[in-house]
């Protein structure tokens, strides 16, 4: 050593020293907390119980899976309100009577309201006046497929009935006390693996008549076709009503856009109703999500329905999906700015100035499909026949088909804003081309005057005009309410205690 070098100062190596030891000790609680953490992992992700075959309830798997089932329980809040969504309840005929109108002699036109959360789909179909007041398993107005997207108990009654077309067989009533559990575990996940899994044939059907098979289909791909199982347009088939009534299907034969689905329709000649005002052949568009969706930035970029609506989070040492299927407004943090480094307020903006530009259009096709309809009402009237009516009412099929293609779809106007402000001009369009024609019908007539529109300025005004008995209506659904769902719970609630369940050992 250099004589003239300096000795290190006593204090020095005490420092060093120090610094060790908390580095060897944080060192260790690092790996000590790693260690826990991935054992709390393990053991939460042991299943406790095995599931019997087609097992429904929920609470059931949530005893295997404690963190997921208790996200998914939040899916019974009803407090989300977003500008044109959420989960609160909101009575949308209320806010659109033109709808009333728009749907004379459907379903729709006695009761339409905001969807709340998955907890609540068997309990909204029993107070939906759509569904009527059946006081017999073979009673009401609506099919047993109405059943399909709603439970869990579903694919275990199309397994006990032995296919999907006995369970379709028949009215609405007659699975009223089998189908009580509300949408959940069962119907996305393998009971065995916990792999995502499709539960409904109807998909599967459409994956195969398109030539496709969806046995292939990549994990994230999966992410978004559970969803797809029941977010999506379909229809009633019945060209082999004796055999197979009242068949789900899938109108994807053509492809996945409205003008498709609409060549597919006419091809067959299918109507959902004849309208009571216009007598247009209609098409009632359900709920095409995952048709809109896939014309969308995200699904290009390959963001799938749960990266955004069951974002992942983190508890300890668990990362799970948030089973809280819901808006993703609700987790702004999570759902997108995992991707989108804006702040919450410029991000909630973005969504809301989306939706506010095609609801703008969107409002303005339901005024002149409304006129539509009035006016060709008054061309029957005033003796038009099936030959000069049937290009027009065409025409406002058309129309309304490309509008309800937007209207239904749930947040359809932020997964694809651009696709939706297409399709609602082409509905614009449409009704334009049926009221210039009926202008032309009526001058004919001697009719050159304004017609004059009614007033359906409120929701009641508006059932009064198309006819609806609604007092019979609503008294009907309350004898039901009261007396025939109680019967249908305790029958439910008398079979699921005699379900198996084998505790893993």
Request: charged share 25%; aromatic share 10%.
């Amino acid at each position: 050593m250099n004589s003239n070098q300096k000795k290190r100062s006593p204090w020095v190596n005490w420092t060093l020293f120090f610094i060790t030891l908390a580095a060897v000790f944080l060192l260790g609680l690092l790996v000590s907390t790693i260690t826990e953490r991935r054992a709390e992992a393990i053991f939460a992700y042991k299943p406790k119980m095995k599931l019997a075959d087609f097992e429904p309830r929920n609470e059931i798997w949530g005893k295997n899976y404690p963190w997921q089932y208790e996200s998914y329980r939040k899916t019974q809040q009803t407090d989300l309100r977003t500008a044109h969504g959420g989960n609160a309840m909101r009575d949308v005929l209320a806010e659109s009577p033109e709808l009333i109108v728009m749907w004379a002699g459907y379903g729709f036109s006695k009761d339409y309201n905001q969807g709340r959360g998955h907890s609540y789909a068997v309990e909204d179909v029993y107070n939906s006046l759509r569904t009527g007041g059946p006081k017999a398993p073979d009673d009401g107005p609506m099919p047993s497929t109405c059943w399909t997207c709603k439970s869990p108990d579903v694919p275990r009654m199309m397994n006990q009935l032995g296919s999907p077309a006995a369970f379709y067989a028949g009215k609405w009533a007659k699975h009223g006390e089998e189908i009580v559990n509300s949408i959940g575990c069962a119907d996305c996940h393998n009971p065995e693996t916990m792999d995502l899994a499709i539960s409904r044939p109807a998909l599967i059907e459409a994956y195969e008549a398109m030539g496709k098979d969806i046995s292939k289909a990549t994990h994230q791909e999966m992410r978004s076709l559970v969803c797809a199982q029941c977010h999506v347009e379909y229809y009633f088939n019945n060209q082999n009503k004796e055999e197979r009534p009242n068949y789900l299907t899938f109108p994807w034969v053509n492809g996945f856009d409205p003008e498709a689905m609409l060549r597919y329709y006419d091809s067959i000649q299918f109507t959902d109703w004849t309208h009571s005002i216009s007598k247009a052949p209609m098409l009632k568009a359900q709920h095409p999500d995952y048709e809109v969706y896939t014309t969308g930035i995200h699904a290009e970029r390959g963001v799938s329905c749960a990266d955004c609506h069951m974002p992942y989070v983190s508890e300890g040492g668990l990362k799970y999906s948030n089973h809280h299927v819901t808006s993703p407004l609700k987790y702004i943090s999570q759902a997108c700015q995992t991707c989108h480094r804006e702040s919450e307020a410029t991000l909630l903006k973005n969504v809301y100035d989306r939706q506010e530009k095609v609801a703008e259009i969107r409002h303005k096709a339901e005024e002149l499909l409304t006129r539509a309809h009035v006016e060709a009402k008054i061309a029957w009237d005033n003796g038009a026949i099936e030959q000069e009516m049937k290009p027009i009412l065409n025409e406002i099929r058309a129309g309304q088909w490309f509008w309800d293609y937007v209207a239904a779809s749930h947040g359809g106007s932020f997964h694809a804003p651009v696709e939706s402000a297409r399709v609602i001009g082409k509905a614009i369009d449409h009704a334009q081309n049926a009221r210039v024609m009926l202008a032309r019908l009526l001058a004919t007539k001697g009719l050159t005057h304004e017609i004059p529109y009614p007033d359906i300025s409120t929701k009641e005004k508006a059932q009064q005009y198309i006819g609806l008995p609604m007092d019979k209506l609503k008294e009907e659904k309350d004898v039901f309410l009261k007396e025939i769902v109680p019967v249908w719970k305790k029958k439910a609630a008398d079979r699921e205690a005699n379900y198996g369940l084998v505790l893993n050992e």
